[in-house]
């Protein structure tokens, strides 16, 4: 299957006024065409810098990139001038975020909102605009009618609202999706019906997606491969099986062992220490003073990518030694 | 032994004043005769979802919400009966610990402040004997003198909630509320802040009152569970029997939600239609008729009581006690994931594996493994999943 | 094992400094954020130096009892020149020193309103926001019929029946500030006792008065700040127009708006009269103004980590 997103060794910094917070420390994901990916990390890995910086959404110049590739078909995103980017959101790759209520403008009915989205694309007329706003509607499970094209956001619940901006997302058929964290706001069934309402999406429309989540469930379900990120770089990449339950990297197995799945409170572990601060980061490789498998050289040099299968790597010395790579 | 806390046929129903004449029009819900008990030292979780009432019966608990019926008995004295002066003592037998670390410390106060809150409200503890007790409160929860002098917006989410639990700790109370006290930290934070809970309540002996929607957090910290829709108890008993067997058919539908992480086991995602109704005009009779997937003539008619039958197990549900769910066991092996694989799609863009493929239903049937050493999570709902999914 | 104990001086303040180590270092972070935006330093610059002026003006004035008000009838009409560097007015006067002078009663006055503003409107209106009921809807609708009539005019209609007077301009203007304050600080109030932290407390006991000192009225300040900073540039518009409506203090007392109002009849041949006392008034709200926007700044919790 052909590369449709490919982000190499992307490195983002931005200034703050207590230092220079280096985000992105050699990002690397490709995603195929027709999958999902689950992009897993805890809060502060950058999954969500990430993601923005696909559509360019960080703001110039305060995010500085300094260095890496954002490839969409081979075409590099981070070199676009903002007009192209503006072409692109929406249209060839499009975003939905975590909280739906503050990405829907609560004075514009909703049918509104989706039809302005496919006249700026496309160009449609009024009318022919209505149409593709039903369409979406009814594509992401949200009946076309009357009722909903009206109501004005606050109107509708949570998994609708969710709905009706992944029908906004889609309405002009991007094949890329970046969905940050969408079920985070939502109730557990709800969010269920929103993850099979992404599968679905694969399945019928063959929309690709990168799943934005801290939860491991999420990936695990939802999606066919699973990165994992820790404090600004991509540290495990492959299948989902894989990467959950064969784990190599030392943080992603440590953070399934946290889980609290089918364990009592006694026989929970956790990882010590805690999240780096990222404007002093540690040198080499930044889980190394977590890491229980620690060697010399993880203090001074940043691991790169070892291939442990077709699809799975780990970017980790340990990892490489017991490969006999390194 | 009379239970710590004893809530008994608890309503609490909030007026929506609505017009210009203000005469109140709608009312809320929230919570409709629940009773429940909590033993001293254990630790009873309330589950659900929006609009179940959970944090408000906590908030009723807590003095924050006025119950409009019902009443709450807390070491045998009635709460309502009390005059201020005895609920503002009775009061410090129970405090709260929030779900948002940083709003529930006042961010103008330093962390010896905001530890000392209590102390100086409901104690005549001062200068250094107060720095001390806030000093031992902050070494129970693992943080220490350097952090006294510190404003919460300095601190990571983790030991914020740290922070709120040694406040919590300060009037020696017998029971700590935790509304979903780990939802907004990280999982490796998570782990460490439910295992600080366990060992201080096995140290102090203290009964936890645990709202959470994490159905694996509550197994792996409840004694008891309670599972609440739309301000009513559907099924309430010790955990393990309630997750592991649950004979109320919400409580299978919200473990079969709960998407696992173990991408071995299939959740059954979608299984529930629709979304929770409004609280202003619940359904009439069982509250969950109109989702139910196995909804009998009777539901929408009668609401059904909350029985106990076995193992100290109570259940409001009309379907007999025996009755037999269809079973689904979530597929071993990796063929699930495998379907889903691009290289299997037919044409370009995104052919229907699961055409070719047997319904789940079907397939786990044939499937059925039980080589892991997670039990069978028995879920019911697969008709109506399957027929959605044939168009 | 407190820190509490140690009694040497140099212990006490290091036992000081680091107990307000985290209020000392947002003050400074705070700070820092302050001086990046130039325009609201040279603000704060500009209001230092009248108050310098204002404070010093016996000194610091080339004529101070024509400052003051006496007359010199035998340089009327003088334009600008090295003897008097704004020229003198129609009756002789420096104008330089009389605008020197004028600083007085606009710095004051803005510093009696600010700071009575400051005591009614957290009190009334914390009382109000945080505990709501029959307390709320008394103090709202005393200050909607405050509220309901223009601000000026209400301040006319104050110092008219008063008499003019420096202490009745005070009041007429303070009647007719009070009530914004009060419902902004309602306004925080009401959306500050749902906090959580609020709420813990209430839990834990703590009583209502101190709930409302310790946790609504602290964190209610910051929009108060920004919001009278702005506004001091227009009490001294006020200041100034009532004067120059002949309400307010009365000639000879140097001030501003007066100043302006004697001297409009002779704005086409001697404009320096009303001319330098405008450019004052004018530069004074100004700088307020950009004080007021370099506070909002400050507060604005974007700021924040």
Known sequence: ?326 | MSPLLSIEDLTVHFKIRRGLSRKSVDVVHAVDDVSLQIEAGETLALVGESGSGKTTIARAILGLNKPTAGRIVFEGRDLAALKRRERRAAMREAQVVFQDPYSSLSPRLTVRDVIAEPLRAQTKLSGAELNDRVLELLEMVGLGTQHLWRRPHEFSGGQCQRIAVARALALEPKLIVLDEPTSALDVSVQARILVLLKELQRKLGFAYLFIAHDLAVVEAVADTVAVLYLGQIVESGPTELVLRDPRHPYTRALLASVPSPDPELRSELGIIKGEVPSAVRPPSGCRFHPRCPFVMDICPKEQPELRETSGGRRLACHLADDFAFPPIVRPEGDEGAASREPQQRSSGEGGRPEADEPPPYGRSMKEALFGSRRKARLVPGSMADRSERDT | MSGATRTDAAGVLGEWRLRHASGLSEARHNLRVFLRDKLAVLGIAWVLFMLVLAIGAPVIAPYPEQGRGKSNLSERFEAPSSKHWFGTDNLGRDVLSRVIFGARIPLLISALVAGSVLIIGPILGGLAGYYGGLLDETIMRITDIFLAFPALILAMAFVAILGPSLQNLALAIVITWWPWYTRLVRGQAVSLRQRPYVEAAKTMGVRNGTIVTRHILPNAFGPVIVAITLDLGTVILEVAGLSFLGLGVKPPTPEWGLMVSEGVEYVLEAWWISIFPGIAIFLLVLAFNVIGDGLRDVLDPRMKR
């Not at chain 1, 369409?135 to 109107?155: C, D, K, N």
């Not at chain 1, 491969?225 to 990467?243: C, P």
């Not at chain 1, 498998?293 to 442990?308: G, N, Q, R, Y």
């Open chain 1, 1 to 326: 299957m052909a590369d449709l997103l490919e982000i190499r060794d992307l490195r983002l910094q931005f200034n703050s006024l207590r230092g220079t917070v280096k985000a992105l420390d050699g990002v690397n994901l490709t995603v195929r065409e027709h999958e999902i990916i689950g992009l897993v990390g805890e809060s502060g890995c950058g999954k969500t810098i990430t993601g923005l910086s696909v559509l360019g959404l960080l703001p110039r110049p305060q995010a500085e990139y300094t260095g890496g590739e954002i490839l969409f078909r081979g075409d590099d995103f981070l070199v676009k001038s903002e007009a192209e980017m503006e072409e692109i959101r929406g249209g060839l790759v499009s975003m939905v975020f975590q909280d739906p209520l503050a990405s829907l403008n609560p004075v514009f009915r909703v049918g509104e909102q989706i039809a302005r989205v496919v006249r700026l694309h496309r160009g449609l007329g009024k009318k022919e605009a209505r149409e593709a706003a039903v369409a979406a509607l009814e594509r992401v499970g949200l009946p076309g009618s009357e009722t909903i094209l009206g109501s004005y956001p606050h109107q509708l619940s949570g998994g609708m609202r969710q709905r009706a901006c992944m029908a906004m997302a889609l309405s002009c058929d991007s094949p890329l999706l970046i969905a940050d964290e969408p079920t985070t706001a939502l109730d557990v069934t709800i969010q269920a019906q929103i993850l099979r309402l992404l599968l679905d999406l694969r399945e019928r429309l063959g929309i690709a997606q990168i799943l934005i989540t801290h939860n491991v469930g999420v990936a695990a379900q939802a999606c066919d491969r699973v990165a994992v990120m820790y404090a600004g770089s991509v540290v495990e990449q492959g299948r989902t099986a894989e990467v959950l339950k064969a784990s190599r990297h030392p943080y992603t197995t440590a953070l399934y062992e946290c889980l609290p799945q089918d364990k009592k409170a006694e026989e929970l572990t956790t990882i010590p220490g805690s999240v780096p601060d990222l404007i002093d980061p540690p040198s080499g490789c930044r889980f190394h003073p977590r890491c229980a498998h620690a060697m010399e050289v993880c203090k001074d040099v940043k691991p790169e990518p070892t291939p442990l299968s077709d699809e799975h790597w780990a970017a980790c010395h340990w990892v490489a030694q017991q490969e006999g790579v390194a």
